[in-house]
């Protein structure tokens, strides 16, 4: 059977730990989020720029492509007509 003080005083221990825990929560964990949330929104910034870069970089090599596929068709109708 469990001592008498434990039953008594064992409400008292689990609230005091329940307090301690919610002011670890209230005081460390909620502006930490704040801290953590500024800093994704930082990296998100910086993410979506490295996209965009690697977007325009992409364009660009397509453009290339096309042109210089234009310039091997013509060069290739040119040489048929000599023909």
Not at 25 to 40: A, G, I
Request: glycine content about 2%; charged content about 25%; proline content about 2%.
């Amino acid at each position: 059977m469990v001592h008498r003080l434990v039953q008594k005083y064992l409400p008292f221990v689990n609230f005091l730990i329940a307090s301690v825990a919610l002011g670890f929560q209230v005081s460390v964990l909620y502006p930490w989020h704040y801290e953590l949330q500024q800093e994704f929104n930082e990296l998100q910034i910086q993410q979506d720029a490295k996209l965009r870069q690697y977007h325009e970089l992409k364009m660009q090599t397509i453009k290339n492509i096309e042109e210089n596929l234009t310039k091997l068709r013509l060069e290739k109708a040119n040489e048929a007509k000599k023909n």
